[in-house]
């Protein structure tokens, strides 16, 4: 098949991306898409169109790694059909492994870290001119990143980091080796982006951070996450505020406060407990104890009575006994999530519980892993038949993927509704529905 070069193709030069991983990983794709746009590049979603592929990437549990693995060792046929194609490799997993990658994969142009992310323009241009594969990963960011442009995938909800980093070092974690310490961005420049987004359209914004409550620790004189909810809270351009995620340790009456006397910020609190005894919690080094975090559950309902409450849970960590899985099963009876986000625990190389020498077979995390969504499942549904007759207020998000005659939207407490469609509504207004079934992890109804 013969060659085609970048300097004779007709037409914008295209990029394509591939995002594996969480929200910041998403979010880091837009401001790399925002920077290519800077110097001429276009998107595109056929890969096989690219003049440059960035896959960025993750590496939170190993069976990812390996699929991304697989993936940039299959670009290496685009690479023999065009051997001008840039292939990056960016984010988390090109932190942790850094030359490793180019040593196995000779294809790949550019390897580059998290720290680095606001770099691209110029590592294009220095790989464009000389060809030659670039590193670009540095061990630790020393300031904060300046803001670069970004290109946002949707049109009604935006991601809007505050912060970056974690100083947590939860022992089955990786996040704070790749992302490096927490640094957070200046109250002016968030405030001034997300009532941009307003003007722009957007209806609602998600503040994003491994630990959004520790946002301004990092300075003496930094306002706190509280003070920044309030900022944002004033800002007449945006309909909702949410915010991702929060450390149970690290959320505080004042924030409480501010949720519960605003306007915009949803009532939903995302809170990871991970396990509910607290021997476990102590060796995954959590910082708190389930007493502690059922006062701060407490505390939240006095407060805002209507929030739902959501979390994670890793079931099978090493040394996880019969009688802490009990314990755990009792404290979800106890709490009552709205919804809860099950994992089962993998060893990730790197981290302190990969060594721990007690590890849980695979057949008996399954089974755990099982009963605890059993009894999770039916808490969700009786929490969920309760709001059968309310009228919730529902920002229309478009079409349900499973028909297009019904419309998808979620509630300020974060519940998906679907509905037939009237032809009414308009994508992104807030609307009334009045819930007349429930299910586990959806609620149906009608227009009002």
């Not at 001119?129 to 990963?137: D, F, I, N, T, Y």
């Not at 100083?167 to 001034?192: H, K, M, Q, W």
Request: proline share 4%; glycine share 6%; aromatic share 6%.
């Amino acid at each position: 098949m013969e060659s085609k070069s970048v300097e004779q193709k007709q037409g914008p030069k295209l990029f394509y991306t591939e995002t594996y991983g969480c929200q910041m990983n998403l979010n880091d794709s837009e401001r790399l898409a925002g920077q290519l746009r800077t110097i001429g590049y276009e998107g595109t979603e056929n890969a096989d169109q690219a003049d440059l592929i960035l896959i960025n990437t993750c590496c939170v549990r190993e069976s990812a790694e390996k699929k991304i693995h697989g993936r940039i060792g299959e670009m290496k046929r685009r690479k023999l059909v065009n051997p001008n194609i840039i292939i990056g490799v960016v984010g988390c997993m090109a932190q942790k492994d850094k030359d490793k990658i180019l040593k196995k994969f000779p294809h790949v142009n550019l390897v580059m870290g998290t720290h680095n992310i606001h770099q691209l323009v110029e590592l294009v241009a220095q790989i464009e001119k000389s060809r030659e594969p670039v590193l670009a990963v540095w061990d630790q960011a020393e300031r904060l990143a300046p803001d670069v442009p970004t290109v946002r995938k949707g049109q009604i909800s935006a991601w809007v980091p505050i912060m970056y980093g974690c100083n947590n070092f939860c022992t089955y974690c990786i996040v704070p080796y790749v992302r490096g310490r927490e640094r957070s961005r200046p109250l002016d420049d968030i405030v001034a982006e997300v009532r941009q987004l307003g003007i722009d359209g957007f209806k609602e914004i998600t503040l994003l951070g491994q630990n959004v409550n520790s946002y301004g620790k990092d300075s003496e004189s930094q306002p706190d996450f509280a003070d920044l909810l309030q900022a944002i809270d004033k800002i007449d351009t945006i309909a909702r505020i949410r915010y991702m995620t929060s450390h149970p340790r690290d959320i505080n009456d004042k924030v409480i406060e501010t949720i519960k006397n605003s306007k915009k910020i949803c009532e939903h609190f995302h809170l990871p407990v991970q396990s509910g005894n607290d021997e476990i919690l102590e060796r995954m080094n959590r910082g708190y104890t389930t007493a502690y975090y059922r006062q701060l559950v407490a505390k939240i309902r006095e407060a805002i009575p209507n929030a739902s409450l959501t979390t994670d849970l890793i079931v099978g960590f090493p040394g996880e006994s019969e009688e802490h899985v009990i314990e755990t099963l009792e404290f979800i009876k106890n709490i009552r999530y709205d919804a809860a986000y099950t994992f089962l625990y993998s060893q990730r190389s790197g981290t302190p519980a990969a060594k721990y020498p007690d590890q849980v077979p695979l057949p008996t995390k399954k089974a755990r892993l099982n009963q605890l969504m059993d009894i999770q499942n039916e808490i969700s549904l009786e929490i969920n038949k309760k709001l059968v007759g309310n009228i919730l207020e529902v920002l229309v998000e478009g079409p349900s993927k499973n028909d297009e005659n019904k419309l998808m939207g979620r509630t300020r407490t974060n519940k998906i509704v679907l509905w037939e469609k009237t032809g009414t509504e308009k994508i992104g207004e807030l609307v009334n529905i009045q819930i007349d079934t429930a299910q586990t992890w959806v609620l149906k109804g009608r227009l009002i």
